[in-house]
């Protein structure tokens, strides 16, 4: 089997693990981190030491991190948050049409709440520019919320550059970095970002940890959506999980000391496969060889319908658009999104790599695709081989 | 080795736990949202706990949605299914924890009558009192704990099923203290949605369910994906999953020995208790959960207490963790009349399975030396 879907989720790294262990099953270990005794106590210091580390990879304060259960819910917390805190009625949202679900559908659901939305449409290199989302803006603009990285193609918006600009305008700006922490660097001191969703198990971290950056100067006011004993300053109620909020820690730790050499390691495996896949005629390439993070690579490949393709690959794991709206089985909204037609939309696989993926299995997997895809071809009565 | 009696704040995980959720943190485990193999190996494990906590909560399996703990099942509960309705009124034990207070506290905002529902100092609700509540308008929710988190009060809430489904509204049961410490069975007592988490009964943190019967009308709290039902997004947590379903079922199998067990041990230290001048158990008589004892020692500062106890390496509460360190006495037993010097003194000893009669002796022994040699001084 080889695992190519890094983009989904990731494998938990052996030393998360490691460091993960003692919190389940250390005698000492246990205690509620809200706790007044010695055990609450350890617990309490475990969660701040990964709060430093957390921190550290985004370049922010300790304090500015608020732990979730995950980044669909550090979205939803940042973008109804902000808006509820500010008041709804009347205000405009700037986002695009390449957002995860998490975001997309919590703009929805604020719709009926009477927010106004704009969703931006990707330039054809599959990018949102700066100048789209300013052109966007209206007098009672209240946030933009927009991905660092896209998580079908790995596109790289300029999050960087808008930032100050919209700091300028006095627009509020989240942006979903879930697909951008620990693959490209982030400052978060020198970027004046107001919030920003990250989560564990994209970086070989646990699943069900996240964290929203809140920041404190100027400071970013949230209404809390989950309510009760007042934990992380008011803004996220619920016991911590001492285990995987360690485990995140880490897992950011480790991202960071590892990302200059995997950064260079994983655009080498992109290309080599990308190169590989292009003894098949008429493929296309829906992630930008620029502006793209390292570790994905996203194939149009015609008449290859991707589901099928996907089912002829059956020792190689990779998914057609993302895990999320895999199991609703429409044709991945991005990459219309980027112009190709709904034939070449379903016709696509996402291949994303990671730490623990080999040249090996790099070129066994170019194999095994060309090969389905040489097959699907030539059973298909539509496939026209000359055209 | 610290002696715990804090387990209503949390307990250890068990080891036989630990075991179920290792291949979940070791192994190639995917995404439970993907199609290919290793995400369905995933979903066959998370439908797996579902079963495995539906048998010990008396529940259908698909009634069973995953969320990040009890405080999250309640504000979904809460949210959820107000969420859309015409504003009219929730109701809401003045007992009840945190997670339900705030959340219906913070209903108000959005229109909603947020009424108490009035508890006696027994802990226990006064039924025609809130007959007569509930008759007075419209009612959506009514959001009521099983066992009570500080006191230990098991309430009777399917006295309350009824007149609340008379009144047209839904009822919410807040039953993480009772999972695993007395018998559940959602089906029989016909409450509408329930809240569980796993780190109460030996299982990972971070992870609970709220049960909701199919013909509740629930708004999702996160918005963003199709994972359970739409109505809860998110990638899975698959080896917490794991762990609660584990926990689920062990807590079902040694649910009696395990109520004998920690009754023995309360019984043991009431019995110590009241031998010890100016004691004061809380809702003493009532009918309670087999763990908890919640006391005041006449002229002591409970947080002074715990901290002397700390020291001496025993691990109790003065209430609810997460209002720890507020330095404000418990609004549960202020909700139950107790006067306020007298909830200021509150010490809550939680049993678990692994405790001990030995470590209830030296408990015992570690008070009376606070209380007697500290008595002149510590005395307001
Ligand atoms: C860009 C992006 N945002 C948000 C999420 C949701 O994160 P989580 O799985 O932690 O809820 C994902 C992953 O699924 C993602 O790729
Ligand atoms: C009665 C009650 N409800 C809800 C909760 C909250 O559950 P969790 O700690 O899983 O957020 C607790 C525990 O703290 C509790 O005792």
């Given at each position: 089997m080889i695992y190519l879907d890094y983009a989904a989720t990731t494998p938990l790294d052996p030393r998360v693990r490691d460091a993960m262990l003692p919190w389940l099953?250390?005698?000492?270990?246990?205690?509620?981190?809200?706790?007044?005794?010695a055990m609450g106590r350890s617990a309490r210091a475990a969660v701040e030491q990964a709060r430093t580390e957390v921190a550290a990879l985004l370049g922010?304060?300790?304090?500015e991190i608020v732990w979730t259960s995950g980044a669909t819910e550090s979205n939803n917390l940042a973008i109804k948050g902000a808006l509820e805190f500010r008041g709804l009625q009347g205000a405009h949202l700037v986002t695009s049409r390449i957002e995860h679900k998490a975001v997309l559908d919590t703009c929805r659901y604020l719709e009926t709440q009477g927010l106004r939305v704009t969703y931006l449409t990707p330039q054809a290199d599959g990018l949102i520019a700066a100048e789209q989302v300013l052109a966007a803006?209206?007098?009672?603009?209240?946030m933009v919320s927009l991905m660092?990285?896209?998580?079908?193609?790995?596109a790289i918006n300029p999050v960087a550059a808008l930032a100050s600009q919209l700091r300028e305008r006095g627009v509020l700006f989240h942006v979903d970095a879930v697909q951008a922490a620990g693959k490209l660097a982030i400052d978060l001191a020198q970027t004046p970002i107001d919030l920003l969703s990250v989560s564990g198990?994209?970086?070989y971290g646990p699943k069900g940890i996240g964290a929203l950056f809140v920041r404190k100067r100027p400071r970013a006011r949230l209404a809390p959506q989950i309510h009760g004993?007042?934990?992380?300053?008011?803004m996220r109620s619920g016991t911590l999980a001492t285990q995987q909020i360690v485990g995140c820690g880490m897992a950011f730790r480790l991202a960071g000391e590892a990302m200059a050499d995997e950064a260079h390691r994983l655009l080498a495996l992109r290309e080599r496969l990308w190169t590989a896949l292009?003894?098949?005629?008429r493929i296309y390439r829906n992630?930008?060889?620029?502006?793209?993070?390292?570790g994905i690579l996203n194939v149009s490949f015609d008449g290859a319908e991707g589901e099928s393709l996907r089912a002829m690959l059956p020792a190689l794991m990779v998914s057609s658009g993302s895990a999320c709206s895999s199991a609703t089985r429409e044709p991945s909204y991005v990459l219309r999104a980027l112009g190709r037609d709904d034939e070449l939309a379903g016709s696509s696989l996402r291949l994303s790599m990671g730490r623990f993926t080999t040249s090996a299995q790099v070129d066994a997997a170019a194999a095994q695709v060309v090969e389905a895809v040489t097959r699907l071809r030539a059973w298909s009565p539509l496939w026209d081989a000359a055209a | 080795m610290p002696v715990y009696f804090d387990n209503n704040a949390t307990t250890r995980l068990d080891p036989r736990v630990l075991e179920a959720m290792l291949p979940y943190l070791s192994?190639?485990?995917?995404?439970?949202?993907?199609?290919?193999r290793f995400g369905r190996a995933a979903r066959d494990a998370v439908e797996r706990a579902r079963e495995q906590l539906a048998m010990l909560a008396g529940c259908?399996?698909?009634?069973i949605i995953w969320t990040s703990g009890g405080t999250e099942s309640d504000n979904l509960a809460l949210k959820g299914v107000t969420?859309?309705?015409?504003?009219t009124r929730v109701l809401y034990g003045a007992t009840e924890h945190p997670a339900v207070l705030e959340t219906a506290e913070a209903l108000r905002a959005r229109g909603w009558g947020v009424e108490t529902v009035a508890i006696g100092r027994d802990g226990l609700i006064d039924g025609p009192r809130f007959e007569r509540q509930l008759a007075a308008g419209p009612v959506r929710l009514v959001s009521l704990m099983?066992?009570?988190?500080?006191?230990?009060v098991i309430q009777d809430v399917a006295r309350a099923v009824d007149p609340v489904h008379a009144a047209g509204g839904w009822l919410h049961v807040d039953a993480v203290q009772a999972l695993g410490k007395i018998p559940l069975d959602f089906t029989a007592l016909r409450a509408d949605l329930m809240s569980v988490s796993s780190h109460k009964i030996y299982g990972p943190k971070g992870i609970g369910a709220l049960i909701v019967r199919a013909d509740v009308e629930l708004a999702p709290l996160h918005h963003g994906g199709v994972q359970e039902r739409g109505l809860r997004g998110g990638t899975e947590n698959v080896a917490s999953i794991v762990g609660f379903g584990a926990a689920a079922e062990l807590a079902l199998q040694e649910l009696d020995a395990r109520a004998a067990h920690t009754q023995s041990l309360r019984e043991q230290l009431e019995s110590g208790l009241r031998s010890l001048p100016g004691v004061q158990i809380f809702a003493?008589?009532?009918?309670?959960?087999?763990n908890t004892v919640q006391f005041a020692v006449a002229g002591y500062h409970g947080e002074a207490l715990l901290m002397q106890l700390d020291r001496k390496g025993f691990a109790v509460s003065s209430g609810s963790a997460c209002s720890?360190?507020?330095?404000?006495?418990?609004h549960v037993l202020l909700g139950m009349g107790i006067a306020y010097e007298v909830a200021d003194g509150a010490v809550r000893v939680s049993f678990g399975k692994d405790n001990s009669a030995a470590e209830v002796e030296q408990f015992l022994a570690a008070l009376a030396a606070i209380t007697q040699a500290a008595m002149p001084a510590m005395q307001p």
């Amino acid at each position: 089997m080889i695992y190519l879907d890094y983009a989904a989720t990731t494998p938990l790294d052996p030393r998360v693990r490691d460091a993960m262990l003692p919190w389940l099953d250390a005698e000492t270990h246990f205690g509620n981190p809200a706790s007044d005794h010695a055990m609450g106590r350890s617990a309490r210091a475990a969660v701040e030491q990964a709060r430093t580390e957390v921190a550290a990879l985004l370049g922010c304060g300790p304090d500015e991190i608020v732990w979730t259960s995950g980044a669909t819910e550090s979205n939803n917390l940042a973008i109804k948050g902000a808006l509820e805190f500010r008041g709804l009625q009347g205000a405009h949202l700037v986002t695009s049409r390449i957002e995860h679900k998490a975001v997309l559908d919590t703009c929805r659901y604020l719709e009926t709440q009477g927010l106004r939305v704009t969703y931006l449409t990707p330039q054809a290199d599959g990018l949102i520019a700066a100048e789209q989302v300013l052109a966007a803006l209206r007098p009672e603009t209240a946030m933009v919320s927009l991905m660092w990285v896209n998580n079908e193609t790995g596109a790289i918006n300029p999050v960087a550059a808008l930032a100050s600009q919209l700091r300028e305008r006095g627009v509020l700006f989240h942006v979903d970095a879930v697909q951008a922490a620990g693959k490209l660097a982030i400052d978060l001191a020198q970027t004046p970002i107001d919030l920003l969703s990250v989560s564990g198990h994209k970086l070989y971290g646990p699943k069900g940890i996240g964290a929203l950056f809140v920041r404190k100067r100027p400071r970013a006011r949230l209404a809390p959506q989950i309510h009760g004993g007042g934990h992380e300053q008011g803004m996220r109620s619920g016991t911590l999980a001492t285990q995987q909020i360690v485990g995140c820690g880490m897992a950011f730790r480790l991202a960071g000391e590892a990302m200059a050499d995997e950064a260079h390691r994983l655009l080498a495996l992109r290309e080599r496969l990308w190169t590989a896949l292009q003894v098949l005629p008429r493929i296309y390439r829906n992630s930008p060889a620029e502006a793209g993070v390292p570790g994905i690579l996203n194939v149009s490949f015609d008449g290859a319908e991707g589901e099928s393709l996907r089912a002829m690959l059956p020792a190689l794991m990779v998914s057609s658009g993302s895990a999320c709206s895999s199991a609703t089985r429409e044709p991945s909204y991005v990459l219309r999104a980027l112009g190709r037609d709904d034939e070449l939309a379903g016709s696509s696989l996402r291949l994303s790599m990671g730490r623990f993926t080999t040249s090996a299995q790099v070129d066994a997997a170019a194999a095994q695709v060309v090969e389905a895809v040489t097959r699907l071809r030539a059973w298909s009565p539509l496939w026209d081989a000359a055209a | 080795m610290p002696v715990y009696f804090d387990n209503n704040a949390t307990t250890r995980l068990d080891p036989r736990v630990l075991e179920a959720m290792l291949p979940y943190l070791s192994g190639p485990y995917g995404n439970a949202s993907s199609l290919h193999r290793f995400g369905r190996a995933a979903r066959d494990a998370v439908e797996r706990a579902r079963e495995q906590l539906a048998m010990l909560a008396g529940c259908q399996s698909r009634e069973i949605i995953w969320t990040s703990g009890g405080t999250e099942s309640d504000n979904l509960a809460l949210k959820g299914v107000t969420e859309g309705a015409l504003p009219t009124r929730v109701l809401y034990g003045a007992t009840e924890h945190p997670a339900v207070l705030e959340t219906a506290e913070a209903l108000r905002a959005r229109g909603w009558g947020v009424e108490t529902v009035a508890i006696g100092r027994d802990g226990l609700i006064d039924g025609p009192r809130f007959e007569r509540q509930l008759a007075a308008g419209p009612v959506r929710l009514v959001s009521l704990m099983r066992v009570n988190n500080e006191t230990g009060v098991i309430q009777d809430v399917a006295r309350a099923v009824d007149p609340v489904h008379a009144a047209g509204g839904w009822l919410h049961v807040d039953a993480v203290q009772a999972l695993g410490k007395i018998p559940l069975d959602f089906t029989a007592l016909r409450a509408d949605l329930m809240s569980v988490s796993s780190h109460k009964i030996y299982g990972p943190k971070g992870i609970g369910a709220l049960i909701v019967r199919a013909d509740v009308e629930l708004a999702p709290l996160h918005h963003g994906g199709v994972q359970e039902r739409g109505l809860r997004g998110g990638t899975e947590n698959v080896a917490s999953i794991v762990g609660f379903g584990a926990a689920a079922e062990l807590a079902l199998q040694e649910l009696d020995a395990r109520a004998a067990h920690t009754q023995s041990l309360r019984e043991q230290l009431e019995s110590g208790l009241r031998s010890l001048p100016g004691v004061q158990i809380f809702a003493d008589g009532a009918p309670k959960a087999p763990n908890t004892v919640q006391f005041a020692v006449a002229g002591y500062h409970g947080e002074a207490l715990l901290m002397q106890l700390d020291r001496k390496g025993f691990a109790v509460s003065s209430g609810s963790a997460c209002s720890s360190g507020k330095g404000e006495p418990s609004h549960v037993l202020l909700g139950m009349g107790i006067a306020y010097e007298v909830a200021d003194g509150a010490v809550r000893v939680s049993f678990g399975k692994d405790n001990s009669a030995a470590e209830v002796e030296q408990f015992l022994a570690a008070l009376a030396a606070i209380t007697q040699a500290a008595m002149p001084a510590m005395q307001p």
